[in-house]
């Protein structure tokens, strides 16, 4: 952990001390600010948030229980590692419920979810031009949520809900990848036309070949793709 980081508390007024610092130390481990394998010392992470060390130990467990965190003996606590497995699980589930997603979208999305659903691409296109990482995983999140609610299925939304945290750890480190940028913005745009078009077929597709794309690149990106 680098000694002048510090991080910075998302605070609100509704939520207690303990659950602003896991949530401040979670977005730390999804966007890779805390890194795989990293120990999490907790005397260290309350001076660096500016917190006792109890809330610190109690964000730990429940990271812990997220599959965030790991304890290892003799080491104590440390960031999860990324696994070939994990990642692979992951994106396998994904890609079934993003086509599936695709296929209902197209069938049941209405004129208004067509227009946030433009306007979201455009934002997309829009976040890639600051090539800051976390604001444009924040506008693809905006860009598949509006797919996800024009499908009207309250159960594949809390589905897919539950795994988005997994996923937006993988996916982090694909749009920290800058020469994937254009293909993103081509790809969204591809998902975007079949969906508003109601091409269902298209639509399963480009929602397979966006799943596929950043399995390939995360593969890479994490050295899963070197032969033995």
Known sequence: ??????????????????????????????????????????????????????PIREA?????????????????AQVAEISEKGLRDVLELRRALDTFCAELASERITHN?????????????????TKDAGTIAKADVRFHDIIIRA?????MQSMINNLAEQMYRYRFEYIKDVTKHETLIKEHHELMDAIINGDVEEAR????????????????????????
Not at 61 to 73: A, Q
Not at 151 to 155: A, E, I, Q, Y
Not at 205 to 219: M, P, T, Y
């Open 205 to 228: 597709a480009a929602a397979r070949i966006h799943i596929d794309n950043q399995e390939k690149s995360i593969l890479h990106v994490l050295g899963f793709d070197k032969e033995d």
């Open 60 to 76: 730990i467990r429940k990271l812990e229980l997220e599959g965030l965190v790991t304890m290892v003996p003799r080491r104590g």
């Open 113 to 129: 979810e067509k227009m946030e659903l433009k306007e979201a691409c455009t934002n997309f296109e829009r976040a890639v031009g």
């Open 1 to 54: 952990m680098d000694e002048s980081t510090k991080f910075e508390l998302n605070m609100d007024e509704f939520l207690p001390l303990r659950d602003v610092v896991f949530q401040t130390l979670r977005k730390a481990i999804l966007t890779g600010e805390l890194k795989p394998g990293e120990r999490l010392m907790e005397i260290q992470l309350a001076d660096k948030i500016g917190v006792s060390r109890t």
């Open 151 to 155: 499908t009207g299925n309250d159960r």
